[in-house]
């Protein structure tokens, strides 16, 4: 028997039992469309996880400040004084708060305050819709200007400009000099959504006590590894050698975690959907043999016609492997169609592997041959003439 017949029989038999081929088929197409949509789904998280690290800004430096005892914040002149450490182009504390806002009669509460000083702009790589920025006049001074995140403008004021225009954070009346230019989430949240202030200003309106958290920008990419020692060392004295004290991180740390985190989970999924393909080879293998019984007399007659035992072992490998491919591209075509539902619904990115994509259809192959292959075999070694009086 060639492998044109073997087809052409294997299309008949399954056409011949349809509901019983398209149940058995049911467990290899979950699977291979479950894999498709996890592993499409995690590849496109990752990338919007590295799309919003990078949006971080250029060579960017972030220290955490935990802080031991009675030393758990570090002051705006110790965190000034880091900038004259070799390497370093702009260094910004960031205060950051929560507080009600309120413009005339419209009121949020919960909305994200920042601290901050004239260098942040650069550091953040933030650009200016409207107005002007803070500057180093507004810090000393501890004058109450703020500059507006997109939406935060938006939500308040409409369509009206509102630089020159006035709002209150927990009750202090400040006056908007500037808004941003939307830019999008990022890891360490979206500018669009905050209210920006001096760093000074922000200490006494809400009593702040120190710093905890500084960005920093390192002058090139070549000077990030450098300037993380000369910090560590710094910080180091401060927190008199209790490394626990602080957190240094950079954007290819970020990077590394986001990604080593987003496999981490891909894997898992993947794994968990692929339980599925083991299943549903296992109900390969179950309705392969219940066909072999069913048809043990057609079996004998092709072995008294001449059919030898490679003959019968290939007819039935070929339905197996046959019935996992349909099921594989069933799989497929619903994994694809499965991660562009999901990712209209949910909003979630999703990235469609060429590579998955095909790496599915060889495992549903691989499944119907490894599933198909005792049932064949069964099959094949018959005795013709038991086969031929089997009732």
């Known amino acids: 028997m060639n492998a044109r017949e073997a087809v052409k029989t294997a299309f008949q038999t399954i056409i011949s039992y349809k509901l019983r081929t398209f149940l058995t088929m049911l467990g290899i197409v979950i699977g291979i469309s479950s894999v498709i949509i996890l592993v499409s789904l995690g590849n496109g998280t990752k990338q919007q996880v590295q799309g919003k690290i990078q949006n971080l800004g250029t060579n960017l430096i972030y220290v955490n400040i935990i802080g031991r005892g009675s030393k758990n914040t570090v002051s705006y002149e110790e965190t000034m004084n880091l900038a004259q450490l070799r390497g370093i182009q702009a260094i910004s504390p960031v205060i950051s708060e929560t507080a009600t806002v309120k413009r005339s009669e419209k009121l949020a509460d ?111 990419s070549k000077m990030v590894q450098p300037v993380l020692k000369n910090l560590d060392k ?48 296992i109900g390969i293998m179950n309705i392969m043999l219940v066909s072999v019984t069913e048809r043990t007399r057609e079996i004998g007659i092709r072995k008294a016609l001449g059919a030898k035992r490679r003959d019968i072992l290939f007819q039935f490998l070929t339905e197996a492997v046959l019935i996992t491919v349909i099921a594989g591209l069933i799989g497929i075509l619903l994994g694809i169609s499965g991660s562009f539902t999901v990712k209209s619904v949910a909003g979630i990115e999703a990235v469609i592997s060429m590579a998955v994509l095909w790496v599915s259809l060889l495992f549903s192959i691989m499944i119907g041959l490894v599933f198909g292959i005792v049932p064949a075999y069964k099959a094949a070694k018959l005795n013709p003439i038991d086969a031929l009086h089997y009732e």
């Not at 919960?110 to 953040?124: H, K, L, M, T």
């Not at 970020?254 to 080593?260: E, G």
């Open 234 to 281: 710094k910080l180091k004295a401060l927190f008199r050698n209790d490394t626990n004290s602080y957190k240094l991180l950079n954007q290819q740390d970020m990077l590394d975690t986001a990604n080593s985190v987003s496999n981490l989970m891909t894997y898992m999924l993947t794994g968990i959907a692929a339980i599925s393909l083991v299943v549903g080879g």
């Open 110 to 220: 919960g909305i994200e305050i920042s601290g901050i000083n004239s260098s942040y702009q650069a550091i953040r790589a933030l650009s200016l819709k409207k107005g002007r920025f803070i500057s180093p006049l507004d810090f000393d001074y501890r004058t109450r200007v703020a500059v507006l995140g997109s939406n935060i403008a938006q939500n308040f004021f409409g369509f009206i400009n509102p630089i020159g225009e006035t709002i209150q954070i927990n009750g202090v009346t400040f006056r908007v000099i500037g808004v941003l230019k939307p830019k999008g989430n990022s890891i360490a949240g979206s500018d669009d959504d905050r209210v920006l202030l001096p760093a000074s200003t922000t200490e006494r309106t809400f009593y702040a006590q120190g710093i905890k958290s500084i960005f920093i920008q390192a002058q090139n």
